[in-house]
């Protein structure tokens, strides 16, 4: 079964400074997507961004920046200029491309950024 | 907002009582899920409907009963409680079982349930 790993239950970061949240994931799959959702308190969880594990290429969104390592199963997000609004819950998912289509979700990383 | 809409927002209940938690989406997917967010833990799928039907039980106790009556609605009813089932309930949607744009979830906000 697949499982994702996030070892680190908070990070705190300076405003503008940059931050890394770490995920590991474990699958026997070769092809897959790999996600970041954002849950800001008391708040929609939404998509942050998205990586398809067939793509070399490290997925971008703005200030948020991913750093996909197949080999070693590890999805860490980067975010740049870190804002006060970019504080909140940060989810790392796996989602297998054929079959069940369920997100398998690591435990969750809370970011607070300080002023 | 990422028109999916749940209520209550929160729900305080007694082991003893009935109730049910709603989502409804505007967004014309077709394929409807709940989600169980715990403390300190990852967020549990509980149950997953597609075009009405229930496709997926995550083994989840029967005091928890889901209903799809159509593909834009889906409540969670719940019954004879226990104080570990207190945690944020999530609703979450995607056009087909294929997901939209490469698999994303449009979640709601969620309904805290708690029970006494």
């Known amino acids: 079964a697949q499982t994702v790993t996030q070892s680190q239950p908070e990070m705190s970061v300076q405003e503008a400074e940059t931050v890394t949240l ?3 994931y474990d699958t026997s799959e070769s092809d897959y997507y790999l996600f970041w959702y954002k849950q800001p308190p008391s708040r929609q969880m939404i998509l942050v961004i998205r990586q398809e594990a067939y793509k ?19 999805f860490s997000l980067k975010i740049s200029d870190s804002q006060l609004g970019d504080a909140a819950m940060y989810f790392c998912a796996y989602r ?9 979700f690591g435990q969750g990383t809370r970011l607070t950024i300080n002023p | 907002e990422t028109g999916v809409t749940q209520t209550p927002r929160h729900l305080v209940m007694g082991m003893t009582n009935k109730k049910s938690l709603k ?9 409807m899920y ?6 300190k833990k990852p967020l549990e799928l509980m149950f997953v409907y597609n075009f ?9 106790p029967s005091r928890f009963s889901p209903e799809c009556p159509n593909s834009s609605h ?3 009813h719940l019954h004879t409680l226990q104080p570990e089932d207190s945690a944020l309930y999530l609703c979450a949607s ?16 969620g309904s805290r349930l708690t029970v006494l």
Not at chain 1, 56 to 74: D, G, H, L
Not at chain 2, 97 to 107: D, K, S, T, Y
């Open chain 2, 74 to 76: 889906l409540f969670l």
């Open chain 1, 22 to 24: 770490s995920c590991t």
């Open chain 2, 23 to 31: 989502c409804e989406q505007h967004l014309g997917h077709n394929a």
């Open chain 1, 96 to 104: 297998r491309t054929s079959g069940a289509q369920k997100l398998v």
């Open chain 2, 94 to 109: 995607t056009p087909g079982l294929a997901g939209g744009r490469a698999g994303e979830l449009f979640f709601g906000e």
């Open chain 1, 56 to 74: 070399q290429q490290n997925a971008t969104e703005n200030r948020f920046s991913v750093n996909f390592q197949k080999a070693a199963k590890s």
């Open chain 2, 52 to 60: 009405k039907e229930q496709t997926e039980n995550n083994s989840v």
């Open chain 2, 34 to 39: 709940w989600y169980k967010q715990s403390a």
